[in-house]
Structure formats: C-alpha cells, structure tokens
C-alpha cells in the first residue's frame, strides 16, 4: 500500500497539553495535508504543506515536514475537548497518486 | 445549506441489490471524488472525475461504478451489493488534484 501511516494509533490526553501525531509516507510527495474526522462524520481540511516548505502554522496548529525521512508532525497545542477527533494526513506523490492515512483518534479529556 | 450533500445518508440492503448512491455540490469544483472508509483502513479512492467527461478508477474500483451526470453531480453505484462493501462512503470534491478537498456527510451503507 502506498498510504501514509499515522503514530500512534490512538492519543488520549489532558485538556490543555499538547497533541503531537505523525505521519510517514513510502514516496516522494508533491504535498501533505491534515485532515480532522468527528466520529462519523466528513473530514474537514485543516492545513497543506507543499514539499518544498518545513513547516507551517495555523492557529493553534503547526505542521512540520522532512522530505528526507518521509515524515510529517501535527502538533495541537493548549488542547480543547472539542479537538476530539480523528486525524489523517493524506499526501499527494510525484506520480500524481493521492492516499490517505489510517488515521490517529485523539481524545482530550476535560 | 452544505456545499457537497449525500443522499442517502444511511442505507441497508441486501446481498445482490443495486444501489446507488448521489452526490451533489455546489461550490463550482471540477474535480470530484468518490471514497470509501472502513474501520482501520482511513479512506480509500474509488473513483475520481476531473470533468464529465474524465472519469478514473481510483485504488479500490472493483465492483462499483460512477455517473457523472454533470459538474454538479457524481454518482456511486454498486451493480450487485456485497456484504464486505459494508462501510462508510464519502464524496469530496476539490478545484485541482491535490488541493484540499471538501468533504459531504457520508454515507453509511449496509449490505446484509
């Protein structure tokens, strides 16, 4: 499979400390993207790096990438409850080929 | 007033059936796409439509196929439901390949 990989599997954390998740991919990228999923519902976009940026802020969120070890951080910094969600990242390859990852089911506990 | 809207939302059906499933936008996007997500495996691509009249099978086309009726609308059909189609199915649209896409609510379709 060509999908990006997300660690860990799954986060449960305090509200208010940090939520860092990651993502390795198998080939050279164009870009990669973050997604958010509340349970059952659609994703929602929350932020594109192109392969040629390090790193990338919105928000309370700042992304990171190194092309060189095929990896990728999201950081969520000062958690809320309703950041409880799943996180995907999702890359788009050199070969024009789009996967997603499996995703990282983060829990922030009041 | 959603900008990608699926209908339905929820379905059951039997082994055999023919189902399909809409998808309808309104943000003006070229680029739609058909997607499938099982517990564990994030999303995979069915098919995906750069127009009406470019159509792509995506990593997982076997046993589905796709209408796209217009810019507006891109339709999922599965010929002879399966019970390991069991899932749930979401439509995403985006103006380039690549670019962020725009998620519908999903449907949970299944198959008995």
């Known amino acids: 499979s060509q999908q990006g990989e997300e660690d860990p599997q799954a986060l449960s954390i305090q509200e208010g400390e940090n939520a860092t998740m990651n993502c390795s991919y198998k080939?050279?990228?164009?870009?990669l993207q973050w997604y958010r999923q509340n349970s059952g519902r659609g994703l929602v976009h929350l932020i594109l790096?192109?392969?040629?940026?390090r790193e990338k802020h919105s928000g309370r969120l700042r992304v990171t990438l190194d092309t060189s070890k095929k990896s990728s951080s999201l950081l969520i910094t000062a958690s809320r409850a309703a950041d409880t969600a799943s996180y995907f990242c999702?890359?788009?390859?050199?070969?024009?080929?789009?996967?997603f990852g499996t995703g990282t089911s983060l829990t922030v506990i009041p | 007033d959603a900008d990608v809207t699926q209908t339905p939302r929820n379905r059951i059906t039997k082994t055999g059936k023919r189902i399909m499933l809409e998808c309808s936008q309104t943000?003006?996007?070229?680029?739609m796409y058909w997607y499938r997500q099982d517990p564990g495996l994030g999303l995979r691509l069915i098919y995906y439509?750069?127009?009406?009249?470019?159509?792509n099978k995506g990593e997982i086309s076997d046993g589905y196929s796709v209408s796209r009726q217009a810019q507006a609308k891109f339709s999922l059909s599965l010929e002879s439901a399966i019970p390991n189609q069991t899932a749930l199915y979401f439509c995403?649209?985006?103006?380039?390949?690549?670019?962020?896409?725009?998620f519908g609510p999903g449907t949970r379709l299944t198959v008995l």
């Open positions: 995403a649209t985006s103006i380039a390949w690549g670019d962020e896409q725009f």
């Open positions: 080939t050279s990228i164009n870009n």
């Open positions: 790096i192109r392969s040629n940026e």
């Open positions: 999702a890359t788009e390859n050199t070969g024009n080929q789009f996967y």
């Open positions: 943000k003006g996007h070229d680029r």
């Open positions: 439509s750069f127009d009406v009249k470019d159509i």
